[in-house]
């Protein structure tokens, strides 16, 4: 069978694809990597800038996104995508387990991943005290010490999480202001067991079995210092998901797939919605916004095509 449009990943934007697609009566799949929907919201503790649910959590309101497509019948498949390429006009879908999907149109939304720091100790450690889920993990470190590494929402709102849980939280920002938005920055400097370390990195994680130190050095004064720790949780961003159609499509050089507000890319049928594509503002709601983008581009391409 050759799909009208295969949707990949099923974050805010392929779910919003998703459910645009079965509206508009298009023989659609999602393919999803894990299995469980909703991208990098499940790991949001608190989602309060989504119109119509304030303060609701990042699972529940992928919970919410998956009922609505289950409503409607979308189907979901499993598995990653390990090739991808064009035979004419038809896109050809590899996954790991050997099965193969094709279709006339690809909305790519397949979002983005931990940026790691790559200091020594980084690897070692992880999972043993080092974690880039807050939500997850931050419940192993009831009442102890942690630090969160980054300067954007998701460092401050893992602080502000964590700070209701372990008794000291240090956040460690390489410059002397936040990336994140105000309200959310006031609300994380208002607690008084967190303490911020500004114009400061992470020089190497330390330890035996677990986490058990930082060394941190002061970008502006050179100065070094040992901070005990038994937890650290690193929040410095996210890679796209973009290696695998890089050969394809065009992409820029942090490996964002081009495309505009249309989601079109620079190849006919193949559209990019979400974090995966430029743009200034990579929230729910944009990712949303062009999953409903994407499937009138498809609707536009098909009627052309
Ligand atoms: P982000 O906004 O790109 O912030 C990454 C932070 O990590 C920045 O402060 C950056 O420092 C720092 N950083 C990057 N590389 C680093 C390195 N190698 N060493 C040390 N620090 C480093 O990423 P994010 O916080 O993961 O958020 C991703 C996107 O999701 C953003 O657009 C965000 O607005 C959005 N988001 C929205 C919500 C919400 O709407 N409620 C919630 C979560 C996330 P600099 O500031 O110096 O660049």
């Known amino acids: 069978m050759i799909y009208d449009v295969i949707i990949i990943g099923s974050g805010p934007a392929g779910l919003s ?24 919201i499940i790991n949001t503790y608190e989602v309060d800038n989504y119109p119509g649910t304030p303060g609701i959590s990042g699972f529940d309101l992928s919970t919410k996104f998956r009922e609505h497509c289950d409503k409607l019948g979308t189907t979901f498949i499993t598995g990653e995508v390990v090739e991808f390429k064009l035979e004419n006009d038809i896109k ?11 279709a006339r149109t690809v909305i790519i939304a397949s979002g983005g991943r931990p940026r790691h720091l790559e200091v020594p100790g980084e690897d070692k450690f992880s999972g043993l005290g080092l974690s880039y889920c807050a939500t997850c993990d931050g419940a192993f470190f009831k009442n102890k010490t942690v630090a969160v590494v980054g300067g954007g929402d998701v460092a401050v709102e893992d602080a502000i999480f ?8 240090y ?9 994140a938005i105000k309200s959310s920055v006031n609300k994380l400097l208002a607690n008084d067991n967190v303490t911020v370390l500004w114009d400061s990195v992470v020089e190497s994680i330390n330890g035996r079995e677990t986490v058990e130190t930082l060394d941190i050095k002061n970008v502006k004064t050179g100065e070094s210092t040992n901070l005990e720790v038994s937890g650290i949780f690193i929040a410095v961003g ?18 964002y797939i081009i495309a505009g507000e249309n989601t079109e890319t620079n190849v006919p ?5 979400g974090d995966i594509r430029t743009k200034d ?25």
């Open 17 to 40: 694809a998703a459910i645009y697609a079965q509206r508009a009566e298009l023989t659609n799949l999602v393919i999803e990597k894990t299995g469980i929907s909703g991208g990098q």
């Open 92 to 102: 050809v879908i590899t996954l790991d387990d050997g099965t193969r999907y094709e």
């Open 162 to 169: 964590l700070s209701r849980i372990s008794d000291k939280v």
């Open 171 to 179: 956040v460690i920002h390489r410059r002397d202001e936040f990336r």
């Open 238 to 255: 996210y890679i796209p998901n973009s290696q695998i159609y890089k050969n394809i499509v065009a992409t820029d050089d942090h490996g």
């Open 269 to 273: 049928g193949i559209f990019a919605a």
């Open 281 to 305: 503002l990579r929230q729910i709601i944009t990712a949303a916004s062009d999953g409903a983008n994407a499937i009138t581009a498809v609707e536009r391409y098909m009627n052309n095509n």
